[in-house]
């Protein structure tokens, strides 16, 4: 979908597909990062939700190295997505959120203290949504950790 303005053809800023899940497919523990995104059915809005694991629902869980854990290894935030509209900027759609937890969840850990975890992404393409997530509170501060979402098959 193209316009001529004055000569020049103005391509359409790209969408995500409406009532489809992204997610960078990193499996919890072999990266700094996993990221799941859901759009709803408007395609400019990504759906609310908490990580599940296996299940395309809108969250993500990110590791935090200094924070107190049960378990060997690092433990991991999880972080549900508070929702996002998709606003157009620079020819591009995208978002910025912000969500801060008091006495989030991290794996393998009974973690107190507050938590917040700013998330950003821009539409690159019909199936490829790209990003950051940083965490900052009481036991995990972390810096802007990269995501890729790329268009899963099905939404399960």
Do not use: W
Not at 21 to 27: F, G, L, P, Q, R
Not at 32 to 38: E, P
């Amino acid at each position: 979908m193209a316009m001529a303005l004055g000569g020049v053809a103005l391509a359409a800023a790209p969408l995500p597909e409406a009532g489809k899940a992204y997610s960078d497919n990193v499996t919890l523990g072999k990266g700094k990062l996993s990221i799941a995104l859901v759009i709803s059915s408007s395609a400019k809005k990504i759906a609310s939700g908490v990580p599940i694991l296996g299940v395309p629902h809108s969250g993500g869980f990110l590791e935090c190295p200094k924070a107190p854990h049960f378990s060997t290894g690092a433990p991991y935030v999880e972080f549900p997505f508070p929702g996002a509209k998709l606003k157009l900027s620079g020819g591009k759609y995208g978002f910025t959120v912000t969500e801060t937890k008091t006495n989030p969840t991290f794996l393998g850990s009974s973690q107190k203290g507050k938590l917040k975890v700013t998330i950003k992404g821009t539409v690159g393409s019909s199936t490829l949504i790209t990003g950051s997530v940083s965490a900052s509170g009481d036991d995990c501060t972390t810096g802007a950790v990269s995501y890729r979402a790329k268009l899963l098959a099905t939404t399960g």
